[in-house]
């Protein structure tokens, strides 16, 4: 689907592109741009259209699946001789392939990530978490097209995002981490599937200033349950923020402070304390966007309890793995390219315990010890100060 697809056009073929420009009086860049990004043409070009491919402005939009409130009045008003003309019924029947690796909590499948959930159960794991590539044309060792048009790339998230719906538990939580360009796409889809729950802002710099653009500094984690209630919802309690050079409060709290939960600050929408993981000595593998463990750790920890099943059809470095193993979470996983750096991550678990443990220890506490200690020192008020304090996580 698309605009060239839409009027029978070759990507490739220049000859009809060529053709196509001079009768829509369209530039060749500017029909190429529709097309990529999947945009109606303005009126006086769908004019145009009609005269001369006889396409009619909602066929069009039919044919390149834009679903305005037009075609979705026409589809409702004709829903049952529509519903007549084709509906192709899914198999979930393929045999059950073998994973290539296992650990005691895990198994982790080669391949593509439709063909493996489509030989899930439905209703079978409780998280399902997602960083698919971002269509930003990088290199990935699985070799996948990652410079599609808008309408491919996007027409292929729904595809495992459908999948990715069926096979979650009801009450189960759905994660998709993206850049905000493509979130709102997929919210929007998923608005009509499952129950939002938020948008969390990751205060992450991306390596690019793009001219003539803001400079983009947060990536969006869409949260989302199906059905009305999420089975588990515990999100960690954040430590207050202090000031890094001489510990005191960096927000005046005024007679709140006695007020204060000794066990932390609640969890808000927009997380700034995530690192990115882009010095290679850290990373496990070179190309593969690898996320943080502290991320996967809050998502997974908000979101499931011991023993839950979490699924990630995007393998890349294992992190959504690793996190999951070492939290005792089961999980299930995939990836088209080489599994070894993945497998190799196993061999090494214990290091990432230790970063893990670290970090923990300062959740779910008001101050951690060593800021707590530094601040009893120079007479700063801190939770002991207030001992009655209601201690409910
Ligand atoms: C952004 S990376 C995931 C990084 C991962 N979250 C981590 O922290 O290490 C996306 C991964 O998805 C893989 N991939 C792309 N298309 C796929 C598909 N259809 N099935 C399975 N894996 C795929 C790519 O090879 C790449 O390793």
């Known amino acids: 689907m698309g605009l060239f697809s839409a009027l029978d056009i070759k990507k490739l073929d220049k000859a009809s592109i060529n053709k196509v420009s001079k009768k829509l009086e369209l530039q060749i860049r500017e029909l190429e741009y529709l097309n990529q990004h999947n945009i109606l043409p303005d009126t006086s070009v769908l004019k145009r259209i009609e005269i001369h491919f006889g396409i009619s402005p909602i066929e069009l939009k039919i044919k390149m699946g834009i679903m305005d409130k037009e075609v979705l009045d026409l589809l409702s008003l004709n829903a049952t001789t529509i519903s007549k003309l084709n509906s192709p019924t899914k198999e979930y029947t393929s045999p059950k392939n073998n994973p290539e690796f296992t650990s005691e909590f895990g198994k982790l499948y080669r391949g593509d990530c439709l063909e493996i959930m489509r ?6 794991v409780d998280m399902f978490f997602a960083d698919p590539p971002f269509n930003l ?17 996007l027409d292929w998230c729904y595809d495992w995002i459908e999948e ?17 360009k493509w979130n709102t796409y997929l919210s929007s889809y998923l608005n009509n599937k499952l129950t939002f729950r938020h ?3 990751c205060d992450l710099k991306m390596s690019l200033k793009i001219q003539g653009r803001l400079y983009p500094a947060h990536y969006s984690l869409l949260y989302y349950v199906k059905g009305e209630k999420a089975n588990v919802f515990n999100p960690d309690r954040m430590p207050m923020e202090t000031c890094p050079k001489c ?12 007020k204060m939960n000794p066990l932390g600050v ?51 470095a294992g992190t959504t793995y690793i996190t999951a193993e070492l939290k005792k979470r089961k999980w299930l996983g995939c990836e088209l390219g080489p599994l070894n750096s993945i497998i190799e991550r196993f061999n090494n678990i214990g290091n990432e315990s230790e970063y893990l443990n670290n970090y923990r220890s300062n959740y779910n506490v008001l101050f951690p010890e060593k800021i707590k200690k530094k601040r009893t020192k120079l007479n ?14």
């Open 380 to 393: 700063l008020w801190t939770d002991d100060t207030f001992l009655t304090t209601d201690t409910q996580k």
């Open 137 to 153: 044309n990088k290199l990935y060792l699985s070799e996948i097209d990652d410079n599609l048009t808008s309408k491919e790339y």
């Open 247 to 258: 510990n005191d409060d960096l927000k005046d709290y005024g007679g709140y402070k006695n």
């Open 119 to 124: 030989q899930m159960d439905d209703n079978s």
């Open 266 to 316: 609640n969890m808000t929408d927009v997380w700034y304390d995530i690192p990115p993981v882009r010095h290679t000595k850290y990373k496990t593998r070179k190309e593969a966007n690898e996320l943080s463990i502290k991320l996967m750790d809050r998502i997974i920890e908000m979101s499931t309890k011991e023993g839950d099943i979490v699924f990630d059809p995007f393998g890349g």
């Open 199 to 201: 948008w969390i802002a």
């Open 164 to 180: 990715g719906i069926r096979i979650l538990k009801p009450g189960g939580s759905f994660f998709i981490w993206n850049i905000p």
